[in-house]
């Protein structure tokens, strides 16, 4: 069974901060998904990614597939950026397996 | 705006409603989803449909029912809900079904609520 655990659950961070969130998964997921879902609930596609490191703007993701983890780092955090940030695994057999998300709040 | 649009936004239901949700993409894409997202917990895959045909059931109850006449559109069908099938439901799309080398992008969700 495919499985995804992310940490933290919560995290709150002060504007300007350097923010990770990691993502931990299991045998049989080759992709990571990287979600990013605001409040009223619409979800964006930040990253997806099977090897190394995608920079967009001020997120960063990285994975390590040795190790079967990845992590999601924000630079120079701002209050836009709070949200729901959720780890996905995608594997060949279409099925996302989902975290269960890491709510973080940026302080102005 | 990521090319798929989810109506209504917002659903106010007794247990005896008859109600459609409805998603359309605009991307081109060959694979539609159904998701269910409750408080505190995980999305939840419901249906998966790729070139207009079913290729997942998770196991959903029958008081759900999906349809996909085209490959661009994509209904869900409820009757007879309950109090506890209240949440956020999200469609989304993907090129193929592939989710190892495919993104999937999600519509902006209907809040379902059942009184």
């Known amino acids: 069974k495919n499985e995804v655990e992310q940490s933290p659950q919560n995290l709150t961070a002060q504007e300007g901060e350097f923010i990770t969130i990691n993502c931990s998964y299991s045998v049989g997921i080759s992709a990571l998904h990287w979600l990013q879902q605001h409040p009223g609930g619409g979800i964006v596609s930040l990253f997806m990614?099977?090897?190394g490191k995608k920079k967009h703007g001020r997120l960063i993701a990285t994975i390590n597939i040795q190790e079967k983890h990845s992590s999601l780092h924000i630079t120079a955090s701002h209050p836009r950026d709070s949200a729901v940030y959720i780890c996905?695994?995608?594997?060949?057999?279409?099925?996302?397996?989902f975290g269960k998300g890491t709510l973080l709040t940026v302080n102005p | 705006e990521t090319g798929v649009t989810q109506t209504p936004r917002h659903l106010v239901m007794g247990m005896t409603n008859k109600k459609s949700l409805k998603c359309e993409q605009h991307?081109?894409?060959?694979?539609m989803y159904w998701y269910k997202q409750s408080a505190k917990k995980p999305l939840e895959l419901m249906f998966v449909y790729n070139f207009k045909e079913q290729t997942e059931n998770n196991s959903v109850p029958s008081r759900f029912s999906p349809e996909c006449p085209n490959s661009s559109h994509l209904f869900l069908h409820l009757h007879t809900l309950q109090p506890e099938d209240s949440a956020l439901y999200l469609c989304?799309?993907?090129?193929?079904?592939?989710?190892?080398?495919?993104?999937?992008?999600f519509g902006p969700g209907t809040r379902l609520t059942v009184t």
């Open positions: 990614l099977s090897s």
């Open positions: 991307l081109g894409h060959n694979a």
């Open positions: 989304a799309s993907s090129q193929d079904l592939r989710e190892d080398i495919y993104e999937q992008y």
């Open positions: 996905a695994g995608g594997g060949s057999n279409y099925k996302l397996t």
